[in-house]
């Protein structure tokens, strides 16, 4: 199988440059592929073959500098449609993670298939509900996020709120069409009783709705997308109350290198 290549030489030395060998061992040779850079270059090539590969570093110049190689392969080939090939989209600084839409709409983090840009995507649906009951009264809150669709997709994070916590998580941009639901509902058992629902979300406006060109000019919104789990864990937007409102604290995001 092909793999999408992502190479770098970090160095304080300039000169220093890497190059890429096919080595055959039946022969004992090694063939320049003409992939490779200059120190600080991230080079990026999308047709790996199986097989045995050697690095050789060498300098233009002056020599002594420390290096260090960065590499990730993790990610498959594809085949170009209508003459669309794969885009790096993002990857992270020593290149352990990358980011890759491929021409079908799919995105995937070294790899990992995580969504689609092209249709809706049932498995990132998430929602959360409060409710609460006391002595005849009660009230409730819900968030539902479905009909999800995707923006862009970011490399791994430490991801921690108050309501949900990951080592191993993506944040995910959610696109206009998005579909969101909000309700609320409070009843009290007083004399007379008191009842109140609504729809509305924090921007005032009614739900169910999808979102659109308003929603995408302001800060944007984010499904957290636990790796591991494989399940949506929270959704940090100003339509979420909780964050609105100030209940809860701002997430904390700390990006791996």
């Known amino acids: 199988m092909q793999r999408r290549i992502l190479a770098q030489i970090k160095s304080s030395n300039p000169n220093y440059r890497f190059d ?17 850079g200059k120190a ?39 085949t170009p449609i209508n ?16 980011v890759i839409e491929y021409p079908n709409g799919d995105i995937k983090v070294n790899g990992t298939p995580i969504a689609n840009t092209t249709v809706a995507n049932p498995n990132l649906e998430w929602s959360r509900e409060f409710n609460f009951s006391s002595g005849g009264s009660y ?20 991801y921690t709120s108050n309501y949900a916590s990951s080592d191993n ?12 639901t909000y309700f609320e509902s409070v009843y009290s058992s007083g004399n007379p009783p008191y009842h109140s629902s609504s729809f509305v979300d924090t921007s005032g406006r009614t739900t169910p709705r999808r979102l659109d060109f308003i929603d995408m000019a ?17 959704f940090v937007s100003n339509l979420n109350y909780y964050y609105a409102k100030g209940i809860e604290p701002q997430p904390t995001v700390v990006y791996y290198n």
């Open 20 to 36: 890429l060998y096919s080595v055959d061992w039946s022969t004992g040779t090694a063939s320049l592929t003409g992939f490779g």
């Open 40 to 78: 600080s270059e991230v080079k990026f090539a999308t047709d790996l073959k199986a097989g045995d590969w050697g690095l050789r570093v060498t300098s233009t110049g002056t020599v002594g500098e420390s290096y260090s190689i960065h590499m990730n392969a993790a990610s498959p080939a594809d």
């Open 83 to 98: 003459g669309k090939a794969a885009k790096l989209t993002s990857y992270s600084n020593n290149l352990l993670y990358t």
């Open 139 to 158: 009230s409730s809150r819900s968030h539902d996020v479905s009909d999800v669709r995707v923006k862009s997709i970011t490399t791994p994070v430490k």
């Open 169 to 180: 998580a993506v944040l995910i941009v959610l696109n206009a069409d998005t579909l969101f």
């Open 218 to 234: 302001g800060d944007p919104d984010i499904l957290v997308y636990d790796l591991d789990t494989k399940k949506v864990i929270d």
